[in-house]
């Protein structure tokens, strides 16, 4: 057990390296100059060469990357050439929503579609699993924006019941918490139905039946244990990648998360803060890609004892 | 073991037999169309007796057992015909979940693959504790010792670590003695042995069957051994009944039916065996292949791989009967017996 977290360790390590290193080769490679961008185009030339000198723009290429490792790894990643605060602090201030949000949404997702996966599938073919099955399909082909506009429209400017946009009160989360909710509920539950389906044929279970047991016990925990094997593995990586921020949701109900942040760096030109985002997110990433390796581990003793 | 397990069998001729089955019907809905997987099966076991079912694949041995513990794939599988009589009842008759009870704590069973019948993510020793736990509200202490005290029985080395290791980490032989130590943990009257060493090496086959006779001459419980080798069950078995595309053609005791095959399927399984006496002479398989389940040959579903057909068995279904001149208890369901054989 011990060596299987240290080689999930390493490994993470070596992909933190490599997001980082791509971010500073991508930035380095978009054609403008950080250093006339922020000092704006009135700038003298010998401002800009100080500005150039004082953000260490005049140093040989791999001078700059080291000098980047270096402060990356102690979390500066410089000012925010519009809003001049270090860029670690404005996504300090929205880190905790997104986290918050995918939070929700995971929470959210996991609720409804266990109990409806486990319902189509100890239903297979009957009413109850066909009208699952039709919900999520229909679900799932909704795109996110659409939804997003929709609950909008209808529960904010209709009926007038939630908040449409920021987070000045709890129930400005409702709205975004469902719309990423949804189309991850119509997966999951898809997911969790077919695992069921296809745990409940194997030899075990007949083994567990020989034994006696009743339904309810062969089902939790003989089955359910097997089938939430890559579930599990599917909710984790969800919530990593909502982590990195809805980037549409975000700004369909112009909630102040990091997705928002980014575009909106994106769109100025605010190339500190775009890295920051960039190696926040793929850490975030990582980390619970981490875990999730470590729970399938814990969940999944074959996996433990092999890799 | 055979011999005084046969004195048994004779001394308790007079008891009502564990379990008897009297013209078992199974038919599974496919998408094809109904498929008829038993078409009238009957046999009795009886305690500390040793009855082999035998047959090809799609002969309706498993089907058999999966009848017999309620555990017909649902709900494709059904039972649409017989009974099956085991303690004074007709559990065919009876809903699944009144035969569930007596899954395990009267008859129980093992399979023919080991490793996919263990569950990858419990520990052994809580697999082999839950009968105690769920069946006899044991708590997990008492059930652990007690299923450390059947893994020693059934020949795990150093139980006591092993019991915290999971199925994965042991071998083919030992995951099939894990399944044993499980089935026998309530101390059933009959166990039935669905091809237990068909997944496993030949010198750990006659262990597991060595074990599985062990425990027989302990306990005094009936066996059913579901085996596709004749040669397997030889040594174990003292009466045999063998299937064919869903009947049993062939019933009586082993040796008779080893020495005198009233029905021509099991003599050309028997000649299909290699012996040491036939070396260097070419065996003799039985041409063709077994029957469709869902077009059955018309009178004996045999008769297409026979070589001893004659009209009558294209037209008329042989029943079982003793041949005249076979022993008492020998029964065959061929009209030509006495002719051919």
């Given at each position: 057990m011990l060596g299987f977290v240290a080689r999930r360790l390493l490994l993470a390590v070596f992909v933190l390296w490599g997001a980082v290193t791509v971010v500073f080769v991508v930035v380095r490679l978009v054609p403008a100059d950080p250093a006339l961008l922020m000092a704006?185009?009135?700038?003298?030339p010998e401002q800009l060469a100080a500005l150039r000198a004082e953000m260490g723009l005049d140093q040989p290429l791999i001078a700059q990357y080291l000098q980047y490792v270096g402060n990356t790894l102690t979390g500066d990643f410089g000012r925010?050439?519009?809003?001049?605060?270090?860029?670690m602090d404005l996504i300090a201030q929205v880190l905790p929503n997104t986290a918050l949000l995918a939070l929700l949404a995971c929470l959210l997702a996991v609720g409804v579609s266990f109990p409806l996966g486990l319902l189509a599938a100890l239903r297979v073919n009957r009413f109850s699993d066909r009208a699952v099955t039709t919900l999520s399909l229909t679900t799932q082909s909704l795109p996110g924006f659409w939804i997003g506009i929709v609950l909008m429209l209808v529960f904010s400017r209709q009926l007038g019941w939630l908040p449409s946009a920021g987070l000045d009160s709890p129930q400005s989360l409702i709205l975004p918490t469902i719309t990423l909710a949804l189309p991850f509920i119509a997966i999951l539950t898809r997911m969790v139905r077919s695992g069921l389906i296809e745990v409940m044929g194997e030899g075990y279970i007949t083994t567990a039946r020989s034994k006696g047991l009743s339904e309810r016990t062969v089902i939790f925990p003989h089955a359910i244990r097997n089938a939430l094997i890559p579930v599990v593995t599917l909710v984790g990586l969800e919530f990593g990648t909502l982590l990195g921020g809805a980037v549409i949701t975000e700004t369909v109900f112009s909630f102040p998360g990091i997705g928002r942040l980014l575009v909106f760096s994106i769109g100025v030109r605010d190339y500190a803060t775009v890295q920051a985002c960039v190696v926040v997110i793929a850490v975030a990433f990582v980390l619970v890609n981490l875990f999730v390796d470590l729970l399938y581990g814990f969940l999944d003793p074959r996996v433990r004892n092999s890799r | 073991m055979t011999e005084p397990a046969t004195a048994r069998v004779d001394s308790l001729e007079g008891d009502p037999p564990l379990l008897r089955v009297e013209g078992l019907e199974v038919e599974f809905s496919t998408s094809a169309g109904v498929l008829r997987a038993l078409d009238g099966v009957s046999f009795e076991v009886r305690a500390g007796e040793t009855l082999a079912i035998l047959g090809e694949s799609g002969s309706g041995k498993s089907v058999t057992a999966q009848a017999v513990m309620a555990l017909l794939p649902q709900p494709a599988g059904s039972i649409v015909g017989g009974r099956i009589w085991y303690g004074g009842r007709?559990?065919?008759?009876?809903p699944v979940k009144q035969v569930r009870k007596l899954c395990a704590t009267e008859i129980a069973m093992i399979f023919q693959d080991p490793l996919s019948s263990l569950n990858p993510v419990f520990r052994v020793g809580d697999q082999v504790a839950e009968p105690f736990r769920r069946?006899?509200?044991?708590d997990k202490r008492q059930a652990l010792g007690k299923a450390l005290e059947l893994l020693k029985r059934v020949g795990i080395p150093n139980a006591e670590t092993r019991i915290r290791d999971y199925p994965h980490q042991f071998s083919g032989g030992q995951r099939q003695r894990i399944m044993i130590a499980m089935a026998i943990a309530l101390k059933p009257r009959l166990l039935i042995a669905d091809e237990p060493t068909t997944a496993l090496d030949v010198t750990v086959q006659a262990q597991i069957m060595d074990l599985l006779a062990d425990l027989q001459a302990e306990t005094g419980m009936g066996l059913i051994l579901i085996s596709h080798d004749l040669g397997v069950v030889a040594d174990v078995a003292q009466r045999a009944a063998i299937m064919y595309a869903g009947r049993v053609v062939e019933t009586g005791s082993i040796r008779e039916i080893y020495d005198h095959?009233?029905?021509?399927y099991p003599k050309g399984l028997l000649e299909s065996i290699p012996s040491e006496g036939a070396r260097g002479q070419r065996l003799t398989p039985i041409s063709g292949s077994p029957p469709n389940l869902l077009a059955v040959p018309s009178g004996c579903p045999f008769h297409p791989r026979c070589e001893f057909a004659i009209d009558v068995c294209r037209t008329d279904v042989p029943m079982l009967r003793r041949p005249e001149g076979w022993e008492a208890g020998h029964e065959a369901a061929c009209h030509r017996s006495e002719e051919v054989l």
């Open positions: 704006g185009e009135t700038a003298t925010s050439y519009t809003q001049f605060v270090p860029a | 007709d559990i065919a008759a009876e069946r006899r509200g044991m095959p009233a029905h021509p």
